[in-house]
C-alpha cells in the first residue's frame, strides 16, 4: 500500500513539475507563482474532506483572502490565458494531490524516507521526456542544476517537516509569501517589471499571512494557557 502511495505521488509529482517548467518557460515568474496560489485551495479542500480536518474561521480567512489576491493578479476576463497560464493551472492540482499523500505518508514514514522516494518518482516519471528532447548541459548549466537540486530538495524537506507538524489547513496559506520572492527575484535576475495588479494582489496576500500568523500565535498561547490552569487545578 505504502509503494502505491508512494508511486501515485512520485506521478502527481512529476506531471506536476514538468507543466510547471512549460510555464516557467512562457510567462513571467510571477504569474506563475500567482497561479500556482490556486494549489493551497485544493489541498486545503482536499485536507478537509479527506482527513477531516478542523477549518476555523481564520484559516477559511486566509485562503480566501490569498485566492482574491491571486484573482486580482491574474485579472481573468481581462486579459488572455496563454498556454503556459493553462499549464500552471493543471499543474496546481497535481502539486495538491502529492501534498495530500506526503501529508497521509508522515503518520508513518520519516521525512528522508518521503523526500528520498519523491525524489526517484519525480525522476523516473521525467525521465522519458527527458530522453526524447535531451540536451546536453553545459558546466554553467550543469552548476545551476545543481543549485535548483539544492534548494528544491531543502525546500521540499522543509514542506515534508511541516506536513508532519501542523494541519495542511495551517501551512498551506503560508505559500502565499512565494509571490514576495518570485517577484523580487523576477526583478533582479529577468528584469520582469511587476505592474500595479501584481503589487495589489500581493499586498492582500501578505495581509492574509500576517494576520494568520497573529491569529494562531494567539491561538497556541490561549490554548498552553488552558492546559496550565487545568494542570493547576488538578494539583489543587
Known sequence: AKLGIYTLRGLAHGLA??????????????????????TPIFTAVGAILIFRE???LRRMLAIVAGFVGTLIILRPGFQDISLGSLAQ???????AISFLFAKKLTRTESSTDILV??????TLTLLPGALMNWHTPTLSEY???????????AGHYALTRSFSRAPLTVTQPYSFLQLVW???FGYLLFAEVPDVWVAAGGFVIVSAITYLTHREAVAQREARAKVADSGANVVK
Open 17 to 38: 513539475v514538468m507543466l510547471w517548467f512549460y510555464a516557467m518557460a512562457r510567462i513571467p515568474i510571477a504569474e506563475v507563482t500567482a497561479i500556482g496560489y490556486t
Open 54 to 56: 478542523r477549518i476555523h
Open 89 to 95: 493551472l493543471t499543474a496546481a492540482p497535481c502539486f
Open 117 to 122: 522516494m519523491l525524489s526517484i518518482g519525480c
Open 143 to 153: 552548476f545551476y542544476l545543481f543549485l535548483v537540486a539544492i534548494f528544491a530538495t
Open 182 to 184: 518570485a517577484m523580487l
